[in-house]
């Protein structure tokens, strides 16, 4: 333990959404001293069975070594994560994998039944595993295993004297976790707890479960259930589990779409877990990753992108790393960001920091708080726009000729103020992600308003002419 934290802290990268470019990383890395441990995105040129499900922008196979390399030289632990049951529609969702499905409409879970079920969890681990040296962990994912035993398979499996739900969710986790550790006998498996938090201590035990696996506890609240998860973690140890993780989270865990990161929510929830570490028998941690969440599922939109959080990760790993957070240490994590006032209970102010990054955050800013705003202001509160120029007006190519004096320049302005903060924000996300993930954020984030102020701009043009 150190000063009273978790003695090993894990950061999470969720490259199922916007993977940064590997340069990025080693910026970050650079910049930080710490590093940003975390799994790997597959690889270009994944075996020939799992092309399909490689992820738009991939690291190269060399990128990938490149960074595990940079890693280990910075004596950076890495823990690679592959989803095994619940979460897989990046696999079940095409066609070659949906008979894997456990329920046939839904792409979420993997049938525990299918020999061929434990064949592609195995070669996806392979997969990953060949990339990596001297693992000391794999986690195996194992979380949200939504409509497991509703399959038809699984349904006729229950009617047999003894099975439950919790039985096959045990069953299929030992599989997986036995084939990690016949394979590679000195990596030991991480399983996400909620699938198991709810079982009885018994069912735990008989299972064999506990002497395979290492649970990490999640909750991302900021109001967590100290007491209750202290509990927890002396249940599991009762279970038979050696050790146990706690995971936090320093963005992705407040709204499926935001944008902005409320350092504030994350503080507290590392604030209490913390408390949770120190009623914790010091023996039983093993340590606690800090997710960051970038999608909320395979299919769900973007939540903050890693720049935007930055602050929010350098305040949280401050706070773990002291045992508590302080107007010293706050003092410190402003000067590490070159921020002069880092707002903890509010959005971040567009200020500028120094940090790898820093111009993505202040852009991203303006755009969360004043794009949409502003653009509706003139739109729908301008009594000239509503009054004059309406979309009945519009179709028509009506306009009088004094009134559109009243607004037509402040349109015009506006559209050119955007356009220009939006051509620094591409260039500046450019520097960070590819292709696809810009455009993936400006169309969520962006174009919604922006093309609707330039359909109205293109329509007083049309309208001014038509009356010319």
């Known amino acids: 333990m150190e000063a009273g934290g978790p003695r090993r802290r894990l950061v999470h990268l969720d490259l199922k959404g916007a993977p940064p470019r590997a340069s990025y990383l080693a910026e970050v890395r650079a910049w930080g001293r710490r590093g940003l441990p975390g799994g790997a995105p597959p690889p270009a040129d994944p075996s020939r069975p799992l092309r399909c499900c490689r992820c738009s922008a991939p690291w190269a196979p060399g990128e ?89 398979e699984s349904k006729q499996w229950l009617q047999q004297e003894d099975n439950t739900p919790e039985k096959l969710c045990l069953s299929h986790i030992k599989a997986v976790a036995s084939c990690v550790a016949l394979s590679y006998p000195t990596v030991t498996p991480i399983v996400w707890d909620d699938m198991l938090r ?153 200020s500028l920091g120094t940090f790898p990054g820093s111009n993505i955050l202040t852009l991203v800013t303006q755009v969360s708080f004043y794009l949409k705003s502003s653009v509706d202001e003139l739109l729908e509160r301008n009594r000239y726009v509503a009054g004059w120029f309406s979309l009945y007006h519009r179709k028509r190519r009506i306009i009088h000729p004094i009134i559109m004096h009243h607004f037509q320049p402040d349109a015009v302005s506006l559209l050119s103020k955007w356009n220009a903060v939006v051509q620094d924000l591409q260039a500046a996300m450019e520097q960070v992600f590819h292709k696809c993930t810009v455009e993936e954020w400006m169309e969520e984030n962006v174009h919604p308003s922006l093309q609707k102020l330039q359909q109205v701009v293109d329509d007083l043009d049309k309208a001014i002419k038509a009356q010319n």
């Open 198 to 350: 709810g079982m009885s201590e018994e069912t735990l035990a008989e299972s064999g479960v506990p002497q395979l696996v290492q649970p990490m506890i999640w909750d991302y609240a900021a109001d967590l259930d100290v007491e209750g998860k202290v509990h927890l973690v002396e249940k599991y140890r009762r279970c038979g589990f050696s050790k146990v993780w706690f995971a936090s989270a320093f963005k992705g865990a407040t709204g499926v779409n935001q944008s902005l990161t409320l350092i504030g929510h994350h503080l507290k929830n590392h604030l209490q877990w913390l408390e949770v570490a120190s009623n914790s028998p010091a023996d039983v941690l093993e340590g606690i990753a800090l997710t960051g969440w970038q999608r909320y599922d395979h299919f769900s939109v973007l939540c903050e992108l890693l720049p935007v959080a930055i602050p929010s990760l350098a305040v949280c790993l401050q706070a773990l790393k002291n045992g508590g957070y302080s107007e010293k240490i706050k003092e410190n994590v402003e000067k590490l960001l070159g921020m002069s006032n880092l707002e903890t209970d509010t959005f971040m102010s567009t």
């Open 64 to 152: 990938v070594r490149a960074v595990l390399s940079q890693a280990r030289a910075q004596g950076l632990e890495v823990v690679p994560l592959v989803q095994t049951f619940g979460h897989m529609e990046f696999v079940l969702k095409h066609k070659e994998f949906a008979h894997l499905r456990e329920v046939k409409a839904f792409p979420n879970a993997l049938n525990p039944h299918k020999e061929e079920s434990r064949a592609l969890v195995t070669a996806m681990i392979d997969q990953v595993m060949a990339l990596h040296e001297d693992l000391k962990w794999f986690h195996i994912g194992c979380d949200e295993v939504y409509y497991l035993g509703e399959g038809e």
